[in-house]
């Protein structure tokens, strides 16, 4: 599984969306997540990649792409 | 080595009630804002003049009645908070002296929210080793008094209250199953008041920069609370030979509903058997366990004989955990023995 696809899989489990609504460019408040929901699905990819995302890198992580980006620049 | 356990409880919280409605006139957040955030409604805020030992007085009143103790039975009083009375005396000596303690052992012990599980398993240690019978220890806390109300973030989340409990040997298979403390340095900055102490010394200048109220980087914090939960019960359960399904109730710190829900779902935990008062009282620091266990025994939902875990967490960073089979008060052979 690529990046992306692992990404996608964590967001339809952590904030029960369905995935035909998760692509590159969607945003993660499109999808109805609020700070904390996004926090958690910070955690989650952290865990997943084994990597740290720091707090004000998070921030800037608005769409399902920064994410995507992010994790392969810091694999 | 004897065997620890609670033999009495006790809590107190201020009459005053401030609600989510309360703090729409005061910053810019609603109900609903702070409903889905914390799952807090209200917290109750001690009256200016009232210090944190009215409170852990009157929590340890009702605990040692609850416990059917004179107060010089006991030995050992060890208060956790953040907001004690004065830098000292300890908070814990002026506690005695009102209760009419007199001679025994009493000291403060900060280790943030996780104080009162730092402070039980401390004074456990001191029953184990036969040093001393009795002890009482409290967490209390008046968070209103360090909290900085134009923060919209952090103002919304603490509340003022304490809890008490009694220590002494139970009967043989009861009490403390296992213990474990831990703390983290590096994430210090994380959850701080800055001022007041020996790093930033009270002037004129710390206060006008508001530098005495608490930071929090809520955040970082919540991530680091959800994983300690979660690796706390973990390792817990290995180390007293308990599965997840053995344990009755769970009682974790009472930060945030959110951070609950997040480690409950990371253990598989049914919500049943995870205790929640936070709705009425917000985050009280060390005084949150204490008064959750105090509340949950009153509704019956501990029984004797059942398994409980209490997990707390917080600054420093600090985190502790205790498994406790509940029951077996009044060991007699202990009693036997100091006869």
Known sequence: MGVFEKVKAIVVEQLGVDENEVTLETSFESLNADSLDIVELVMALEEEFDLDIPDDEAEKLRTIGNAVNYIKGNQ | ?339
């Not at chain 2, 009645?65 to 004690?84: F, K, R, W, Y």
């Not at chain 2, 060991?331 to 100091?338: L, P, R, T």
């Open chain 2, 1 to 339: 080595m004897s065997r620890v356990g609670i033999v009495g409880l006790g809590s107190y919280v201020p009459e005053d009630i401030l609600t989510n409605k309360d703090f729409e006139k005061m910053v810019d957040t609603t109900d609903s804002w702070i409903t889905a955030r914390t799952g807090i409604k209200e917290r109750r805020k001690a009256r200016e003049g009232v210090p944190v030992s009215e409170l852990c007085y009157q929590a340890a009143r009702q605990a040692l009645e609850d416990a059917g103790i004179l107060p010089q039975e006991v030995e050992l009083v060890i208060v956790a908070s953040v907001t004690p009375d004065y830098a000292f005396p300890a908070t814990a000596c002026l506690v005695a002296d009102r209760l009419g303690i007199s001679k025994a052992a009493a000291f403060d012990l900060e280790a943030g929210c996780s104080g009162f599980i730092y402070a039980a398993v401390t004074a456990s240690q001191f029953i184990a080793a036969g040093m001393y019978r009795t002890a009482l220890v409290i967490g209390g806390e008046t968070l209103s008094k360090i909290t900085n109300w134009q923060d919209r973030g952090t103002c919304v989340l603490f509340g003022d209250g304490a809890g008490a409990a009694v220590l002494q040997p139970v009967e043989d298979g009861y009490g403390f199953l296992g213990m474990e403390l831990g703390a983290d340095g590096s994430g210090g900055d994380l959850l701080i008041q800055p001022a007041g102490g020996s790093s930033i010394p009270a002037t004129t200048a710390s206060v006008q920069a508001n530098l005495h109220t608490i930071r929090m980087a809520g955040r970082e914090v919540f991530k680091f609370a959800v994983r300690v939960i979660e690796e706390s019960v973990q390792s817990l359960l290995s180390k007293c030979d308990l599965r997840l399904e053995d344990i009755d109730l769970f009682l974790f710190h009472q930060a945030n509903q959110r951070i609950i829900e997040a480690a409950a779902r990371r253990l598989e935990l049914d919500q049943e058997k995870v205790f929640v008062n936070l709705e009425r009282y917000g985050n009280t620091s060390a005084a949150s366990i204490p008064l959750a266990l105090d509340e949950a025994v009153q509704q019956k939902r501990i029984r004797d004989g059942d398994i409980l875990m209490m997990v707390g967490f917080g600054a420093g960073l600090t985190w502790g955990a205790i498994a406790c089979k509940w029951g077996g008060k009044g060991n007699k052979d202990d009693q036997n023995e100091n006869l």
